[in-house]
């Protein structure tokens, strides 16, 4: 089904490719420069997950970040890691992929891995 383009959309879409990083609903309700309902930017982010335009991050604290997939790596999925500065509240999905062991009777099906520190522009 085909989805209009609306205002709202179009800010969204405009904050979160203008700063190139995975941002929380908090961050880019700041950045939009219309008048926009809190629920409504809510509803557009999640459409945007379903409809593979966005990956939803969930950090330790429970916070959510949306990031555009092509942030990330060309084949995208969702197990790999994220870094969240404490600094500067900015969530980037890391370019490198790192490996972790399990135990042999687990059997993964997906991931959520956020690594918390101080990022490079912080540091």
Same mark, same amino acid.
Request: charged residues 25%.
């Given at each position: 089904?085909?989805?209009?383009?609306?205002?709202?959309?179009?800010? %969204? @879409?405009? %904050? @979160?490719? $203008?700063?190139?990083?995975?941002?929380?609903?908090?961050?880019?309700?700041?950045?939009?420069?219309?008048?926009?309902?809190?629920?409504?930017? #809510?509803?557009?982010? /999640?459409? =945007?997950? $379903?409809?593979?335009? @966005?990956?939803?991050? +969930?950090?330790?604290?429970?916070?959510?970040? =949306?990031?555009? #997939?092509?942030?990330?790596?060309?084949? !995208? /999925?969702?197990?790999? =890691? !994220? =870094?969240?500065?404490?600094?500067?509240?900015?969530?980037?999905? @890391?370019? +490198? $992929?790192?490996?972790?062991?399990?135990?042999?009777? #687990?059997?993964?099906?997906?991931?959520?891995?956020?690594?918390?520190?101080?990022?490079?522009?912080?540091?």
């Amino acid at each position: 089904m085909k989805r209009r383009n609306t205002p709202t959309k179009k800010a %969204v @879409l405009s %904050v @979160l490719t $203008e700063t190139g990083k995975a941002m929380s609903q908090d961050a880019i309700e700041q950045r939009i420069s219309i008048d926009i309902n809190r629920a409504t930017i #809510y509803r557009v982010l /999640n459409r =945007f997950c $379903e409809d593979g335009i @966005l990956h939803k991050i +969930v950090a330790e604290n429970g916070k959510q970040y =949306f990031a555009l #997939y092509h942030d990330c790596n060309e084949q !995208h /999925n969702h197990d790999h =890691f !994220h =870094f969240r500065c404490t600094k500067c509240e900015t969530m980037e999905c @890391l370019p +490198v $992929e790192v490996n972790i062991a399990i135990p042999k009777e #687990y059997q993964v099906e997906s991931m959520n891995c956020v690594i918390t520190g101080v990022c490079k522009d912080c540091s």
